[in-house]
């Protein structure tokens, strides 16, 4: 059981690492879309190029698709620009894409970079684009620090498929529009946290999940719930072959200003379905550089985990959130094959005798799995950085 808490610590950690950096990335050199270039963990899975035909109001857009039908990896069309006009300021990067069977997903991102640090960052993971869809405009907004050496942004595509491009723009916007992703360093509270604002894709509206390519799907359900009107479901694809190594999580996060130096009950109601492996709400307090300050997933071998099927029940976790916290996640998680759902998510601070449950080990290393990792994309710098944006509209 110690190993499966590892596992679930290392692949939690890489889920929240949405920038960790990525050595493997390759170049290719035949691309000819004047300011714009092709990266990605293999870039050869994926060809770029102009289209003539399908375009948005105009005579020419750009698009990336897969080559082989079963890519299990990612690609992104971006460039850079320089901060120096946005600097202190809140930017949105807009364009309008079309996509045709994206099995995976795709979306926009938009990163801040110092130097090799990240700043702020967003891919729309938490409001992916998928399957076939006709031209729309999609936006991420993030906020320009002064101290930014540079703004990276693209199209990014993962898994098979193909996504067009169209009509880019970088501009200032007022600071009444929220900035958008779920790894941001703005200071920002959890919201949603009984599943009802639901996103056009039926997925709950601030959550993520460690869902993408292991076989689980995240969905709001309207007609299975314990409070109000929408509950957050999590279950397997049914692929066999599962072991309680293949899991799913349903994440949010948040800053932990709140609870600093206090001990914090988090409860969620669970219903369970069918669960061949087990099922828990997990919690994790990160400090910097990611390091685990404390952590428990109720897997802890003294019968907490929930197996089998299920009606709703009222779990908790309690966690001391050290001066020292930087960041919150939490959520519930599913290993194996089953069903479940998550409602009503509460947090309050505890008094001392209310016990903790972390099971958290010091000794667990953080090192990102290789395949987690792999499944995270991640955009390198391009080293190419533009005085502003060039060929919006892929007319040149
Ligand atoms: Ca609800
Ligand atoms: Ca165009």
Redesign the pocket.
Known sequence: MKLNSHYLITAFVATVLLFASCNSVKHPSDLSINGWVLRGANPEAYQAGIDRSV??L????AFIASIAKDSDTWTTLMQEVKPNMYKGKRVRFSAWVKTEKVTEWGGLWMRVDKGQKSLAFDNMQDRPIKGTTDWQQYEVVLNIDTSSTAIAFGLLLVGPGKTWI??VKIETVDTNVPVTGFVNPVKRSMSNLSFEKISSDSTPIGWAGTVKSNGYRITSDRSVFHDSLASARLESDGKEGKSTYDFGTITGGMKPDNFLGKRVRMTGWIKTENVAGWAGLWMRVDGQNDDVLSFDNMNDGKNRSIKGTTDWTKYDVVLDVPKEATNINFGALLSGDGKIWLDEVKFEVVGNDVPSTSTYNSKIESALDEKQQADVPSPPRTKIINDSLVNP???N
């Open positions: 375009t948005h105009s005579t020419a857009s169209d009509n509209n892929f007319e």
